[in-house]
């Protein structure tokens, strides 16, 4: 009975995909109607600093302790302050287009909510599948990372010397990290605990985590030499097209912020506390980054860094044994932080992907007692502890990379469809037109730069790409209407359109494999929604409606009974 009920459904396919892959929600239903699908509410205890705190352990466990040494090595050299330099640019802009929507749309969603309300249920739900497969694969990583640095603490120098070599398993496949296991089990059980007491225990380690920065920072620019960063081949051994890469690879660093917003419905008072949450954590880990990228640098000639657990390498060559245990401990602690705040909002995007019925609606249930999202934050885990189990960092790297700037991109362009669009009343063809051309000539721009073609291409592309944007702004009014507990992007639409240009030229700097892996995980997940995802949310906003049609019938019942009772009276 059940198999045919489900091919007569399958049969409507194509029907159901014409009213749902561009059907949108408002603000308000993402606010109400579609968050009592969950039951219980998420409990706001959250605050300003909270938020900042979470924003900072969140970013910082990750890119300074696992891509900082490969970089360097291998693509930027000296120069990988500057790529994380020119990420930077990058992920502010793309803060500051999340932050207008989580406070206009302050719910756990994150830019799935964000996407589902401007372009429509699919373009949501692609989102929403890349942002998890991000999380859970650069949680994987990072948590092998932390079996490393964790044995250089206890002086260990062999990076694999607490993982079990499994003969007969593929290359990259075949080192079991039980340690990387154990701490996913045991940061699972911290947040099915409760949110604030695991945001108070982020607030802890972070604040270490940012004074051993601080040892680093200092030891470095006061025992380094300015030599490294000039010999051997100079401070850009592979030219400006190095830094450019190592910028692509090291945007995995800033994996962590966009967790801020999926806090949004356990923050008290959004409107002012999202936006100190969000970009002031950003600007915090910028400089961190940037400086302690130059204090490995000044420590050691490129050449010679380490690519595993580099830090702690590096001051162990330096003949400082006991630093490079410190480093090990700190480095540790980070990494615990960072897998912290990634592990709390993985789980908030799979409850609200739940509540909209993309994915079965037992993920979208919060625990009435704790008030946190119970099923999705098990399932979550034991998905990341069996990829952390086996799989290498570099198998995954690049992949979460695409992941992420895909995701920042398609933000970009939302927030700016929502302003000249949907808030300005506009015609959509001229802002999608503009949409259009910007993408085009900023990946025309990036090829060009990728295939090292003349440098009139350059030009040509990139001023394109300006006087585009002059024109949209010269010719599509916006209007600006600033309510009291909103906050809007400034100097619009250029913040947006730089965020979309870096993006796009970013993506196009990765290598083939990830894009291989990518276009598999997209056939994955477009099968997945055509065959659950567009009946499951068809089925649920059928039975809406028809509780709402059953209502509206009840109350004009109610109201024709009343007036019939009036006239009687009046004769």
């Not at 249920?121 to 932390?146: K, P, Q």
């Not at 380490?306 to 410190?326: D, T, Y």
């Not at 540790?332 to 079965?360: D, F, H, N, T």
Request: hydrophobic letters at 50%.
């Amino acid at each position: 009975m059940f198999l045919f009920t489900y091919l007569n459904s399958l049969s409507k396919t194509p029907q159901k995909l014409k009213k749902r892959m561009l059907a949108t929600w408002t603000p308000d239903q993402e606010l109400n109607k579609v968050r009592l699908r969950s039951g219980a509410d998420m409990k706001r205890k959250l605050t300003w600093y909270d938020l900042v705190a979470l924003g900072v352990g969140g970013m910082l466990g990750v890119g300074v302790f696992v891509t900082t040494g490969p970089v360097a090595r291998k693509t930027s050299g000296p120069s990988v302050f500057i790529s994380y330099i020119v990420a930077a640019v990058s992920a502010l802009l793309s803060s500051l287009c999340y932050t207008e929507f989580s406070v206009d749309v302050p719910v756990a969603g994150g830019a799935f909510s964000y996407l589902r309300v401007t372009f429509g249920e699919f373009v949501g739900y692609f989102a929403g599948a890349n942002i998890l497969m991000e999380y859970v694969l650069s949680n994987a990583a990072v948590s092998r990372s932390f079996t490393e640095y964790l044995s250089c603490a206890f002086g260990r120098n062999d990076p694999n010397s607490w993982r079990i070599h499994v003969h007969g398993l593929m290359q990259g496949y075949n080192m079991l990290d039980f340690p990387a296991v154990a701490l996913i089990i045991v940061l699972t059980i911290c947040l099915c605990h409760s949110t604030k007491e695991s945001s108070m225990l982020n607030l802890i380690m972070t604040a270490f985590h940012v004074v051993f920065f601080g040892f680093i920072i200092i030891a470095g620019f006061c025992n380094g030499k300015v030599d490294n960063l000039v010999k051997p081949g100079g401070i850009a051994p592979y030219g400006v097209r190095g830094i450019l890469d190592g910028a692509a690879i090291v945007y995995f660093s800033y994996i962590g912020y966009d967790t801020v917003s999926t806090m949004a419905e356990e923050i008290k008072n959004p409107s002012k506390t999202l936006p100190l949450g969000i970009v002031g954590s950003v600007l915090i880990v910028s400089a961190l980054y940037c400086l302690m990228a130059l204090s490995l640098c000044l420590l050691l000639p490129y050449n010679m860094i380490p690519e595993g657990a580099s830090f702690s390498a590096a001051f162990e060559l330096m003949g400082w044994k006991w630093a490079s245990n410190v480093v090990g401990a700190g480095a540790s602690l980070g990494i615990v932080a960072s897998l912290l705040v990634a592990m709390l909002g993985q789980a908030r995007y799979l409850c609200v992907i739940g509540r909209a019925r993309l994915v079965p609606s037992w993920f979208a249930k919060v625990h009435p007692t704790t008030g946190t999202p119970l099923n999705a934050t098990i399932v979550l885990g034991i998905c990341q502890a069996s990829i952390a189990l086996f799989t290498e960092l570099d198998i995954v790297i690049e992949m979460i990379s695409i992941g992420t700037l895909l995701v920042f991109y398609l933000v970009s362009n939302a927030l700016i469809f929502r302003r000249y669009v949907i808030l300005s009343k506009n015609p959509p063809l001229h802002t999608l037109l503009f949409l259009f051309l910007l993408s085009s000539t900023s990946f025309a721009f990036s090829l060009s730069w990728k295939f090292k073609l003349h440098w009139w291409n350059l030009t040509l592309f990139a001023g394109l790409t300006f006087f585009t944007t002059v024109i949209f702004q010269y010719f599509v009014p916006m209007v600006v209407m600033q309510r009291q507990e909103s906050w809007l992007v400034p100097f619009m639409p250029w913040p947006a359109t730089i965020s979309i240009f870096l993006n796009v030229f970013l993506m196009t700097t990765l290598k083939m494999v990830a894009y291989k892996r990518f276009g598999i995980w997209t056939c994955v997940i477009t099968i997945f929604y055509v065959l659950y995802g567009v009946h499951s949310t068809y089925h649920a906003e059928e039975i809406l409606e028809m509780v709402v049609v059953v209502d509206n019938v009840n109350v004009n019942s109610s109201t024709q009974q009343q007036i019939t009772k009036v006239d009687i009276q009046l004769v």
